[in-house]
């Protein structure tokens, strides 16, 4: 009886194992991507006014909230996402602090080769900075690192060491809330992973608004999700994770700035602990 013919590269690539696998799934990533970059390049249009990325603003607020924050009426994350990625097209951005993935894994879900825009403040946990790296390689995003004007080094000759001790919100304007500023000049809206269960000082937090801060419209897909739904979504999707999240920092950000947190305890309490900061300036609710 004649048997099927084996092609010899299959053959070839299965007995060599896991690694040769990873390469081919690389490769096949890198030109996926490499295609949608040419594509980008050829579609790309000119970025609309202030007053048009506004009205859309306004747009998408009266099509999505419903009526109100958080009502049985508001759209889900498949309905912000459908409107975003009609509306915006190409000129959009993900901030993700790299605790999870699970905002790059949504929004990428709907736009493959999402730019993930990712703040090296150089102050970041060696976990931090792993997680940002596993997750270029194994979702179909393009992780943006963005830095300040300074490193670490020469803030510290200029303004003196350890900013962040004597004033945390200025070392946070430095390091986060400038440069993300600059790097949205070329975007129209930009995605935010703030969830309205993270802390009392985000319960009304809308799933889009107008940024005026940095002059474009900002998105919360994910703003009511709860962190029962966030575990579900992790654990349905073998999402990414920054290994701190297990290790009792539930809410992650520079290294001198977090601390853990007592089981109990409100989730950013870990943040700029025993000050009373509680936010970078990023998320103006």
């Not at 300074?150 to 003196?160: C, K, P, S, Y």
């Amino acid at each position: 009886m004649t048997g099927v013919q084996a092609d010899p590269a299959l053959t070839s690539l299965f007995r060599g194992g896991s690694a040769p696998l990873r390469s081919a799934r690389q490769r096949a990533r890198e030109e996926e991507r490499a295609t949608d970059v040419a594509r980008r390049a050829r579609e790309r249009r000119v970025r609309r006014s202030e007053d048009e990325l506004r009205a859309l603003a306004e747009e998408g607020r009266a099509l999505l909230h419903g009526s109100g924050v958080g009502a049985d009426d508001e759209a889900d994350t498949a309905a912000v996402m459908a409107w975003v990625t009609a509306t915006f097209g190409d000129r959009i951005a993900v901030a993700s602090s790299m605790a999870d993935t699970v905002l790059p894994h949504v929004v990428s879900s709907y736009k493959p080769w999402i730019d993930v825009l990712f703040l090296d403040t150089g102050y970041h946990f060696a976990q931090t900075l792993e997680t940002r790296d596993r997750a270029a390689r194994e979702l179909r995003i393009s992780v943006v690192t963005v830095t300040g004007a300074r490193t670490v080094a020469e803030q510290d000759e200029a303004l003196g060491p350890e900013l962040f001790r004597r004033d945390p919100t200025e070392c946070c304007r430095l390091r986060k809330v400038v440069p993300l500023r600059e790097r949205l000049r070329d975007y129209e809206v930009w995605i935010s992973g703030v969830r309205r269960a993270d802390a009392p000082s985000r319960a009304q937090a809308p799933l889009v608004a107008w940024d005026q801060a940095n002059r474009l419209v900002k998105v919360n897909p994910i703003a009511g999700w709860s962190d029962e739904q966030v575990d579900a979504y992790l654990a349905a999707n073998d999402i990414v994770v920054n290994p701190l999240l297990s290790q009792g920092y539930p809410s992650i950000g520079c290294e001198p700035c977090t601390s853990k947190v007592a089981p109990g305890e409100d989730p950013r309490s870990g943040r700029w602990a025993g000050q009373t900061k509680t936010e970078c300036g990023l998320h103006v609710i």
